[in-house]
């Protein structure tokens, strides 16, 4: 059965020419990019070919702006230890409730430690409060942490906005772009961000590499310490091919920018519309939004259920929830902007990207109505609650007897 991929928040497809560019440097290219012999010595150079795309995608000034990681988190991580780092004495940090666990997660644990954090709320489509930033902020902030996009429901921040405000207090500012680079133009030369995430696999590179965009004259502590490598900025020995791929998937992107985002746009439309038909709500504000992301929910129905029966004709979405340990909490995204329970477990998440066609959508768009109505025979408002239950433990049941793990199917990005 084909596979008809609609969850490309949580990861894309490698590109065919990004895959092509890393051959090479996982066979015969093997040098070690810090040798003196011109065997690895040379290998440096396509690093640096790497950074210069990456800059390019990002329009940084400068390509030794850019660093290379192993992924989004520990870019998000880096970042913030960097600024914490070289500012010990101040223990206020703001950032959002809807931030990926990253941040999150992250920003959690730093109040454990005894830091003061700042959890900016968002309005019913998910939108901050930018009065509420400015009076968040005081001489003891350290630093600010806002993504660009939600990876739930696309939501944009208006970046350069809280960048403005954020600078004129003299703050450190750090941006999550992991789900807007590629997909939304970002200008670093031109914008208020000092320091900007990025991660290779979310616009069809490699996983395991991501960058930390450091904007020059940001005081900068490393975050992984160890040997020299990226300008004494990360210490381990470089992942050149994941590095060669993620530089070739960004210059893709930033040719394709505008004109696949335009098309993306269209055919996440045309799927919108028709699931509205089948009485669902969408989340998340319907212009300030990624284009190739669609978050709705269906009342009274389990998102997961959903998932389990797209998955029966080869479709792949996710639900807005994240999965911990084997059981599901209730979205934090959905929860900030105010979405009753009831619809927040029925929420699914579709994002598209430019490998995806019309034809895709419409099989999509033919199917949900079909899901929808087989759960909606078992929900609450069909058959009672017992049943509703039933139902959905048999669905389990059927999907453990295939052998699958349930968790796998509970991809958040
Ligand atoms: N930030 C956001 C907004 C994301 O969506 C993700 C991944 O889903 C990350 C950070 C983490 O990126 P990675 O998977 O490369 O660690």
């Known amino acids: 059965m084909a596979v008809i991929y609609f969850d490309n928040n949580a990861t894309t497809r490698l590109a065919p020419e990004a895959y092509e560019a890393m051959q090479p440097y996982l ?22 070919e790497a950074r210069g795309q990456v800059a390019a995608l990002v329009g940084a000034s400068s390509p030794i702006e850019i660093t290379f990681t ?15 780092e070289s500012r010990p004495d101040k223990r206020h940090i703001v950032t959002t409730q ?45 630093l600010v942490s806002v993504m660009v996009a939600n990876n739930e429901t696309g939501v944009i921040f208006p970046i350069d906005a809280i960048g403005e405000i954020v600078k004129s207090r003299g703050i450190p500012f750090h941006v999550d772009a992991v789900q807007a680079a590629g997909k939304m133009p970002l200008n670093m030369t031109k914008s208020p961000v000092d320091l900007l995430t990025l991660s290779g696999h979310k616009f069809h590179g490699p996983k395991g590499v991501g960058a930390l965009y450091v904007r020059k004259g940001i005081a900068f502590r490393p975050f992984i310490v160890g040997g020299h490598q990226e300008r004494n900025r990360r210490g381990g020995t470089e992942n050149v091919a994941g590095i060669v791929g993620m530089g070739k998937a960004a210059e893709s992107a930033l040719a394709g920018l505008g004109r696949e985002e335009k098309r993306v746009q269209e055919l996440r439309d045309r799927l919108e519309k028709s699931l509205l038909e089948s009485g669902c709500r969408v989340n998340g504000h319907r212009e300030k939004r990624l284009a190739n992301t669609l978050n709705v929910s269906f009342e009274f129905l389990e998102g997961e259920a959903i998932l389990v029966l797209l998955d029966e004709y080869g479709i792949c979405a996710s639900t807005g929830s994240a999965c911990t340990a084997g059981s599901t909490e209730p979205s934090h995204v959905l929860r900030a902007m105010g979405v009753p329970p009831a619809w927040i477990q029925g929420a699914v998440r579709f994002s598209l990207s430019r490998y995806n066609t019309l034809e895709e959508v419409q099989f999509v768009a033919e199917k949900i109505p079909l899901v929808v109505e087989r759960l909606r025979g078992l929900s609450a408002l069909g058959k009672g609650e017992k049943e509703r239950v039933q139902g959905l433990k048999g669905l389990r049941e059927t999907e453990n007897a295939r052998g699958e793990s349930r968790n796998s199917k509970l991809s958040v990005g």
């Open 98 to 142: 809807v931030e990926h666990p990253a941040v999150l997660g992250l920003c959690q644990h730093l109040e454990k430690k005894g830091y003061r954090l700042t959890w900016l709320g968002v309005d019913r489509e998910g939108l901050l409060d930018l009065d509420e930033l400015r009076d968040s902020l005081s001489d003891d902030t350290a």
């Open 70 to 84: 192993s992924c989004g988190t520990e870019a998000d991580n880096a970042a913030i230890w960097a600024v914490l």
């Open 27 to 48: 066979t015969e290219q093997y040098g070690n990019p810090s040798s003196i012999h011109s065997f690895g010595s040379r290998i440096s150079r396509k690093i640096e």
